[in-house]
């Protein structure tokens, strides 16, 4: 007896089994077709996009390296060694202005070296000088006596070495005796570091008149005491208006208080 299937009806011989489920299944299944238009696109977009971005990263890469390095900024005994040039500079345009703003800023560390430079060009002239002096005196002593001159250098030496002392502790006294005497006659407080900064920046016309009182002195040293004088004058003068401008109290008062220290001040001078 034939047999047929119960799917699709198909005559079936004995024990065939019908494949119309397979051809079914098979039907069903989404056929993939890649289209090559499509691909071909999505390649090209992402080599466009890849490639700037590697050349935005090479260009970062490049600019990084021409770049130039930030310069280190100096410090310690360089650092206050350019600010003392730089004070130095500008003294010579603005010398009260900037007696005043070396005061007001308290830069005594740049300050110092410029108290280093005055006190040792000024033991330079004074030993010089002595020591020209000396040898004018002890010549024509030595020609009248008939007598070999001796002990010029060790003059020097001793000279240079003892102004070297001197000059420290005299502005050492005159900046303590300015503290006291604002504090007691003034009755205010001012800074021990702005009256060191005051007196730093007022020692500059001091050191140069010095030179000029050094190369002097080899000739004519009873002149370069003058000159060297008159360093004194000026910076007695720069001292008082730079002192002056950051006390915070009475000018007269001020007055008093900074010239009576002045005083005190040239009194030791002579007696050293």
């Known amino acids: 007896m034939a047999k047929f299937c119960s799917q699709c009806g198909s005559e079936l011989q004995e024990g065939q089994a019908c494949s119309c489920q397979e051809l079914a299944s098979a039907a069903e299944e989404p056929v993939v077709q890649v289209d090559e238009e499509s691909t071909q696109e999505e390649v090209v977009v992402q ?10 990263a090479v260009a970062q890469e490049v600019k990084v390296a021409a770049a130039p390095a930030t310069p280190k900024e100096p410090s310690g005994f360089s650092k206050f ?17 900037t007696t005043i703003k070396g005061t007001k800023k308290e830069a005594w560390q740049s300050g110092l070296m410029l108290l280093v430079a005055n006190i040792l060009v000024l033991a330079i002239a004074s030993a010089t000088i002595t020591a020209r002096i000396y040898s004018m005196g002890l010549g024509s002593i030595s020609r009248l006596l008939g007598v070999r001159r001796a002990g010029g250098f060790v003059l020097w030496i001793t000279t240079f070495f003892t102004t070297i002392l001197a ?26 570091l702005k009256i060191l900064s ?7 016309p001091l050191t140069l008149l010095g030179l000029a009182a050094f190369i002097i002195g080899i000739v004519g040293p009873s002149f370069a005491n003058r000159i060297m004088s008159a360093g004194n004058l000026l910076f007695m003068i720069l001292f008082y208006l730079g002192v002056n401008e950051v006390t915070d109290a009475d000018r007269d008062m001020s007055f008093y208080a900074i010239a009576a220290s002045l005083f005190v001040y040239s009194i030791l001078t002579a007696i050293v």
Do not use: D, R, W
């Open 47 to 56: 080599e466009e996009t890849v490639a700037p971005a590697q050349e935005e």
């Open 81 to 97: 060694f350019n600010e003392a040039i730089n004070v130095f500079k500008a003294f010579f345009k603005e010398p009260v202005a």
């Open 167 to 192: 000059k420290a502790l005299l502005y050492g006294a005159l900046a303590g005796l300015v503290y006291l005497g604002i504090k007691l006659i003034v009755k205010k407080e001012l800074s021990f």
């Open 198 to 204: 005051a007196l730093s920046v007022a020692t500059i």
